[in-house]
């Protein structure tokens, strides 16, 4: 039986203004998960939640987005602790290797010292829900073994569907 609850998290305010969703499933038998919904509206800067720490992302591609955001959000991304990127939609290959590269850049292409890869996916291929299943239930350990309890999602859509996904990463299986 999964137990949810849901509240604002006034650390993750977008600039427009609006903060990110975060809500907690915990299972009976595993330990608690966050998760972390944020839309990212089209010219908006990305402000990812300053606590998170050795995480997860799934990032939603529902609309273009530009080379020069992709990859600053991918550096930001990395420079936040993200340790599990998972990409979904219209050319997420390109999200998985921009992410890649900016692991790299931070240690300048040289040795990635132990617990810093970035394990990357892309789902060009497979539905949104299939998608959020691997983010629920195949993600969650980074490379070194640590677990990753943090899930942000990034929503790149025209409008914010905070419910809807919230609503299908509760129900995937």
């Known amino acids: ?41 089209p010219g908006r800067d990305l402000a990812v939640p300053g606590t998170l720490n050795a995480f997860r992302c ?6 273009p987005v530009s080379d020069e955001t992709r ?12 340790l599990f990127a998972i990409a979904f939609g219209p050319q997420s290959t390109l999200w998985d290797d921009s992410i890649d590269h900016a692991n790299l850049a ?19 291929n497979e539905s949104l829900e299939e998608t959020l299943a691997f983010a629920k239930f195949c993600s969650t350990t980074a490379y070194d073994g640590r677990p990753l309890t943090t899930l942000l999602i990034l929503d790149f859509s025209d409008h914010d569907r905070a419910t809807e996904i919230k609503a299908l990463y509760a129900g995937a299986s």
């Open 1 to 41: 039986m999964w137990a949810l609850r849901s509240s604002p998290c006034p650390r993750a305010a977008t600039a427009g203004g609006k903060g990110a969703h975060p809500i907690v499933l915990t299972k009976a038998t595993e330990k608690a998960e966050t998760l972390i919904y944020q839309w990212v509206p």
């Open 58 to 63: 799934l990032i939603i591609l529902a609309r």
């Open 71 to 82: 990859y600053s959000v991918s550096e930001t991304l990395v420079k936040s602790g993200c």
């Open 106 to 124: 931070q240690f300048d292409y040289g040795p990635v010292p132990a617990g810093s890869d970035v394990m990357t996916s892309w789902h060009d």
